[in-house]
């Protein structure tokens, strides 16, 4: 994608220097703007294989130009990958995937033989010689931080991925490996994709030691993330339809019927209720909704945050662009993260 003063998007579309600067950010390793949003694919279509080509055009059209896709999102890449190579937009889009798993029982084992054994098996479903970012999708403490370092810069040495990263990874975990690449002059992760959003994560939805960074015992976390600027990609950014609007604060019935059982187990729990209602009150004020709020949350933060979206929705898609661009007051990000004013 060019970095000119204009970036050309979907079917002509022109999204100007000012909305650019709002809507697209950098990641180090990549020679292409990168849209704030990613859209998800670990959703149906996606997951099941069916063709998603008009989905993801009018997508593109809005001006996402970042997918995350991941081997353990069922058919995802080989979809994606359709849609890429009868597009023959590769050089303008950003492909996401990532390796290494927890399995269905929780347990994670990730070392150079998985990574390489993955990374090939998403090049070949995703119909494509390299992958803008690879993440390792858990960490496995077993493996040594030289290990992963060592086999993400061969795989940019072999022009098979250009920029690399965890999901679901400490900070701690983060330090310890960007100093030893810093000692051995290797290239460091360059984004971060933990959970992030309004929603409190409570308890690890999906098993493997998932991360969060939200809700108030993580403020040294994210302003750590805010002093290095490295970049954040927020994953269940909506508290996997928490923040939807689709259920009222309090009602918890309703919330099962609208909830799945990761979002449930993750996020179904009284304090996020009250973060619910406040966000309520700030919608009513704000003449909004509830899911505009709790993007707008997200963007108003002082770290350098992406944000994953899985909606197979145009119409909702552009709400979610338009309400990144737009900012929370200090005051406002308070009320809804303590009550307080």
């Excluded at 479903?125 to 040594?144: F, K, M, Q, S, W």
């Excluded at 949350?297 to 338009?322: C, G, Q, W």
Aim: aromatic letters at 10%; proline letters at 3%; hydrophobic letters at 35%.
């Amino acid at each position: 994608m060019s970095s000119d003063n204009n970036i050309k998007q979907g079917k002509g579309m022109q999204i100007h220097t000012d909305e650019q600067d709002a809507m697209y950010g950098e990641i180090g390793g990549l020679n292409k703007k990168v849209s704030r949003i990613f859209l998800g694919t670990a959703i149906s279509p996606f997951l099941d294989g069916k063709e998603a080509d008009d989905l993801l055009d009018q997508m593109y059209a809005l001006g996402i130009n970042a997918f995350d896709s991941a081997r353990g999102y069922g058919l995802s890449e080989r979809v994606l990958g359709h849609w890429v190579k009868h597009k023959k937009n590769r050089e303008e889009v950003v492909i996401l995937t990532k390796c290494g798993n927890a399995t269905p029982t929780g347990t994670v084992h990730i070392d150079r033989d998985v990574m390489t054994n993955e990374l090939k098996r998403s090049l070949s479903e995703l119909g494509t010689d390299y992958v803008d970012i690879l993440l390792l999708h858990r960490d496995d403490a077993n493996t040594p931080i030289a290990e992963y370092l060592e086999t993400f810069n061969d795989f940019v040495r072999e022009g098979i991925i250009k920029s690399f990263g965890v999901s679901n990874w400490t900070v701690e975990r983060i330090q310890e490996a960007n100093a030893y690449a810093a000692e051995h002059g290797l290239c460091p992760f360059s984004l971060s994709s933990p959970n992030f959003g309004l929603a409190e994560q409570v308890n690890d939805p999906w098993g493997g030691n998932c991360v969060t960074i939200s809700g108030q015992g993580n403020k040294e976390v994210r302003d750590w993330y805010s002093r290095t600027n490295m970049p954040v990609l927020a994953y269940s950014a909506l508290g996997r339809g928490f923040f939807s609007g689709r259920f009222e604060a309090g009602d918890y019935e309703t919330a099962k019927s609208v909830l799945d059982a990761y979002a449930q187990k993750g996020y179904l729990y009284p304090v996020n209720m009250e973060r619910l209602e406040r966000c309520q009150i700030l919608a009513e004020r704000r003449s909004c909704s509830v899911a505009q709020v709790a993007m707008r949350y997200i963007f108003s933060h002082s770290m350098n945050v992406f944000a994953v979206v899985s909606t197979t929705s145009p119409d909702r898609m552009k709400l979610n662009l338009e309400s990144s661009k737009l900012k929370l007051t200090q005051e406002e990000l308070r009320f809804l993260e303590t009550g307080t004013r």
